[in-house]
């Protein structure tokens, strides 16, 4: 039976209207209990609100009731990619997330630094946290190796954690984690879970013993625990599935990365907010899809800072007046998921999205926010829905069937 | 798994009680943009209201957020078959179009009159679009051929398009057309898919030869190009589903015919609105559902002719107080699609639709309108969800599970 996006990619036609999609990372949150409002509600918003009042507005489930997304779940979503059934190895999402170039063939491993005892049992699996620098340093000891003629990548993260990447002939992920997930055990040993990752077990194997080899000095840090094998999928491109010329501007790597998954072009810009929208406008006639994504707000909701995240929701919503200014036809504001600053991370709640266009049948509500977005036009509904509506609003999508 | 039709049809039961399906085609609209008002809004409809007062509203869509459906994918979720996978090919679909009675076994394709240059290479794949008698003259040359023992029906549908029906033994819809969907190039040679249809495309070849031979000196409709290659559905009947005895007025033949496909009974019925009212209520006795079928909103719709439509409405409210009167036990009136006139075609936004009955739980909406259904109690949801409403509230469902 035809899939959701088999149905789109059978449906979609180019044509010069344009489309920008603005990502305001874990927008949505809880209200504050002494005023009753939330981070967004909060917020001083013009722009958002007149946006708002002339478009059509209502609330996502990113995935699904209840279940609070990771940011890969939560833009695949937002791309149209049903989080569920287009999956991201582990490996695989921690590269992108450094900003990795993995080739195709590649294999990618999440890697901890972690402290074994003198029976070489795991005795902290995360080496007492240590630095960012140290791991870097750690890193440069392992980074370059080659094993049987397959090139070894070995980065940095944060703290204890790192990535491995695999480059050569031959390679599968279908093989097991060494990471026991408790303390008290042996790092476990690496198995192929078919046949044709034999090589590849082998080759992680010899690279866990080299790296025991080298940190043994370096205790806490005295050995390396390895799990997520995956390599880089094949999802179709959204210029396949909706015939779009799509660029990302987004200052942090893991979503330049997913933007890449899914065939966006990267464009180079700043880590500022007015640098993202400028880089957008510099680059406007060039495509006809723009994803434009906000990191602030998230960071400050996960810091549990409120007034950050308040204050950077009015950064954006100054900067949105330029955007406005070169009237795409289509403007879809919205978050991957929510992050109260009261929680604190990512959860779960449903998340206001506004969508502006000539064509979009304008409902009552004329301030963005998610209380007011509960009465909106769009109703609640998921995700994977809002690039069908865009493109539907910027008259890209055919009639289904005569 | 259970599918949902399964799921119905394990819990339907038959009962006196009677449904009424008003489908007001192509209901639902876009503001004007000096009233800020849809059609609908526009129209002064007091029998809607009140029924929308008694009942209770939604808004639903058809197919899935942002796509336009057609009319037979609207119908069909109207009448509970999921579109995207209740598929009814182009030949078909022409066909029933023209109240062609296709039997079990006949194919029907979907022909353009088109000219050829002395090469035999297409240079206009509608024949500049010949007029509809023009159509009928040539079909009439053409018509009632019969190919070794299979018997063929060529029948005008408008301008340059027309079907061709293949009527015999061991036919088979495997082929692939004839149009090669571009000019300069030569018709395609109709081959079979599969090893079944060498008969099919054999026949079919002939026909096109014979039609080459036929038309030689009718420039600029001098060929025909044949595509959609189709055989009729088999749906199960709503009568298998649902256990009701369903009657279908409709004065377009696409209607009558999509009303076929699924087990309707089709009554023959005036053109007006006010006969198809009339026609439902002297077959009131004979019948437990009626699908009754408007027109003339969508036409006015795709005429951009917004004042037309909200006329038209306003007729189907006027006669609707006839169908109030006769009590049914259920009235849902909605419609397939949009079709609003500022697009002058078919759209992707929700439709309107109301359902009454003594069992309905009303909600606070008063009038019958996009904005005001947004509140409504239905929200919004899948157009293949009304049928399950509608036999709920008719009492013809029985629980689900001990």
Redo the contacts between chains.
């Keep these: 039976?035809?899939d959701?996006l088999e149905?789109i990619k059978s449906?979609s036609i180019s044509s010069p209207s344009k489309i920008v999609l603005l990502v305001i990372d874990g927008l949505g949150g809880l209200p504050e209990p002494q005023t009753g409002k939330t981070e967004l509600e909060t917020a001083n918003t013009p722009n958002l609100d007149q946006l708002a009042a002339k478009g059509i507005c209502g609330l996502i489930d990113p995935v699904g009731p209840g279940i609070t997304p990771g940011s890969a779940p939560g833009h695949l979503a937002l791309f149209g990619y049903d989080p569920v059934s287009f999956n991201i190895g582990r490996g695989v999402l921690e590269a992108i997330g450094t900003d990795f170039d993995l080739e195709q063939g590649d294999v990618a491993a999440r890697g901890n630094f972690c402290t074994v005892d003198e029976r070489g049992l795991v005795s902290d699996r995360r080496a007492g946290r240590i630095s960012t620098e140290k791991c870097a340093e750690l890193c440069q000891l392992l980074d370059g190796l080659a094993i049987d003629e397959v090139r070894l990548f070995v980065c940095p993260v944060r703290e204890h954690r790192f990535i491995v990447v695999f480059r050569g002939e031959g390679l599968s992920p279908e093989v097991s984690d060494s990471d026991p997930q408790q303390v008290g055990v042996a790092p476990k040993i690496i198995t192929a879970l078919r046949s044709e990752a034999d090589r590849m077990s082998s080759i992680a194997s010899r690279f866990a013993a080299q790296a025991e080899t080298t940190l043994a000095r370096h205790h806490p840090a005295n050995m390396v625990l390895l799990r997520g094998f995956s390599q880089r999928p094949h999802f179709p491109t959204m210029g396949e599935i909706y015939k779009l010329k799509p660029a990302a501007v987004a200052s942090y790597p893991m979503y330049r990365g997913l933007a890449k998954l899914v065939g966006m072009e990267v464009l180079e810009t700043g880590t500022g907010i007015e640098d993202e929208f400028a880089t957008l406008k510099q680059n406007y006639t060039n495509y006809d899809f723009f994803f434009l994504h906000i990191k602030g707000t998230d960071s400050a909701g996960e810091d549990g800072d409120f007034d950050r995240k308040v204050g950077i929701i009015e950064q954006v919503d100054d900067a949105l007046s330029k955007l406005i200014s070169i009237e795409p036809d289509v403007i879809v504001v919205t978050g991957d998921h929510s992050t109260p600053a009261l929680l604190k991370g990512h959860s779960w709640h449903p998340v206001p999205i506004l969508l502006y266009s000539k064509?979009c049948?304008?409902?009552?509500v004329s301030e963005f926010s998610e209380s007011a977005c509960l009465?909106g036009?769009?109703?609640r509904?998921p995700g994977t829905?809002i690039?069908?509506?865009?493109?539907?609003?910027a008259l890209k999508?055919?009639?289904?069937?005569?």
């Design positions: 039976m035809m959701n149905l449906i064509w049948r304008p409902d009552k009465s036009g769009l109703g509904f829905q690039m069908p509506l865009a493109m539907a609003n999508l055919n009639k289904f069937g005569a």
